[in-house]
C-alpha cells in the first residue's frame, strides 16, 4: 500500500504459456459466490502476477468469488480501480490454460488480441447469456460509464454499434 493507503498494482499480463488442460481454469467461465449457484459475473482471461497465476474479471463484480460452485479462487487481491479501469485479480488455487470459451462448452485458445480500432468486428460471451445476439462493430474507442456501486466513471472503453444482448453476470 501507497502512503495513503492507496493498493499499489503489480503488473498483471494474460499469460500465453498455460497448457490447455481439463479442470483448470479458463476466460468465459462461471463466477459465483463460493458454495451457491448464483451467477454473479464472468471471468475475463487467466494472468500472472509475478509467478502467480490467477484470473481477471470487472472490478465491479464482488471481491468473493470462485469459478462455478467450487473454491478454486482467493478473494480478489490487485484491483484497478479508477478512471483507467474496471479490473480485479483473483489469484488461483487450481491450474489456468490460455482459453477463452466463446460459445457453450466451445473454447478457442487466447495468444494476443489487437488494438480495438472503430469498425473493428468483435464478438462476445457471457457467463449469463452466452454470445447474446453475437457480433458487432466497434463504434468508439473512447466510450465511458457510470457503474452503480462506483464511485467513479470508468473511460476508454470499446462500444460497438448496437446492443449485444449482454445481461447481469457476463461482466468480465
Not at 489469484?91 to 470459451?101: D, L, T
Not at 488494438?115 to 457467463?127: E, I, S
Not at 446492443?163 to 453476470?169: D, K
Request: proline residues 3%; aromatic residues 6%; hydrophobic residues 30%.
Amino acid at each position: 500500500r501507497g502512503a495513503r493507503g492507496r493498493l499499489l498494482l503489480q503488473p498483471v499480463d494474460v499469460d500465453r504459456t498455460l497448457e490447455n488442460t481439463d479442470e483448470a481454469l479458463s476466460g468465459g467461465q462461471a463466477l459465483m459466490t463460493p458454495g451457491t449457484t448464483t451467477l454473479r459475473c464472468t471471468t475475463a482471461f487467466t494472468a500472472r502476477s509475478g509467478s502467480i497465476m490467477g484470473v481477471l474479471t470487472a472490478k465491479h463484480c464482488p471481491q468473493n468469488l470462485s469459478v462455478t460452485s467450487g473454491d478454486s479462487l482467493y478473494s480478489a487481491s490487485i484491483f484497478i480501480d479508477s478512471s483507467e479501469g474496471d479490473a480485479q485479480w483473483h489469484r488461483a488455487k487450481i491450474s489456468g490454460n490460455a482459453q477463452f470459451q466463446y460459445d457453450w462448452g466451445r473454447f478457442r485458445s487466447v495468444s494476443s488480441h489487437p488494438v480495438l480500432k472503430t469498425g473493428t468486428r468483435v464478438c462476445r460471451f457471457g457467463a449469463a447469456t452466452g454470445t447474446g445476439t453475437g457480433c458487432d462493430d466497434v463504434k468508439s474507442v473512447s466510450a465511458c460509464t457510470k457503474y452503480p456501486n462506483l464511485s467513479y466513471t470508468v473511460c476508454g472503453l470499446a462500444m460497438t454499434e448496437g446492443t449485444t444482448g449482454s445481461s447481469n453476470g457476463d461482466s468480465g
